[in-house]
């Protein structure tokens, strides 16, 4: 894990009724093949992604995102004195590290993840079938900027443009700006969904998001949020047909994603309108409060 800095992204995975149904969805979507003793998802033999079985009906069909750190115990100690709350506390997975699940103070649940001796995260990132960037809403914006800011020290970049108000998150210590961005915060306003909880939005790069979302609707999934184009490329909102709400993102041509890895774009990626990715990042967020019965 130390290729990851903490609060920065370094897993992704689903919780799904039905695993087995999961690979073939995500199989034939991504591309991905699936380690025959982890079960973890590839995308060219490297790491991308993690699909485990629901074990209880309470919990969200979902994806979550999990952030790296060296001790998941002290981070759970920051996440609680800043306004967080803790939904699984740090547990042991053998030589896998540990890992826990937090909230925000807006109410947006992500994972923690803290590396052990047979675990490295994420082996890809911003090619197509891998995870490119994390999202997340809220109606508690002041908290949950203080509470990003006073928990991992993300450095921050505003964007108001247009009446926009998103934030762009670079790890601690470096310069904000596409090269350094893997993700941002966007506000739930009245155009959303007066039911819409506060959530992390997963994003994955594709080849073509036309083509992923026919993919999604012929494998019974739904498109939550129809394909509109960016100045950093085509993004969607989809629902795989186990009710896991998700983004993808296809690249320009001209701009492999592997050649701008770690910018932002996403279900706020719309979100920022004009010349950066994080601009686009927030005017995603508006579309995707346009279709309230799709919202997981």
Known sequence: MAAF???TPCWVDAQLPDLEAGKR??????GWTFDAVTGE????????????PKRDGRM???WTVYLATPDAGALAARIRAAGGQMVMEPYPVGPYGVVALAADPGGAVFGLRQG???DDGLQTEMEPGSFCWMEVYTREKDAVDTFYAAVFGYVAQDLTEGGLDYRVWSPPGSRPGDDTAFGGRAV???????EMPGHVLVYFAVADCDAACEATVRMGGRITNAPFDTPHGRIAVLTDNQGARFAVLAEPEEEPA????????KEGDKAGGGGSRAEDDAETAEKSAEKPDDMT
């Open 258 to 265: 592997k050649a701008r890895a770690k910018e932002p774009t």
């Open 116 to 118: 052990g001796d047979l």
């Open 5 to 7: 800095a903490e609060g």
């Open 188 to 194: 739930i306003t009245e155009a959303f969904p007066a």
């Open 25 to 30: 969805f995500y199989g034939e979507l991504f």
């Open 41 to 52: 998802a590839r995308v060219g033999g490297r790491r991308a992604a993690g699909l485990v």
């Open 60 to 62: 969200p069909t979902t």
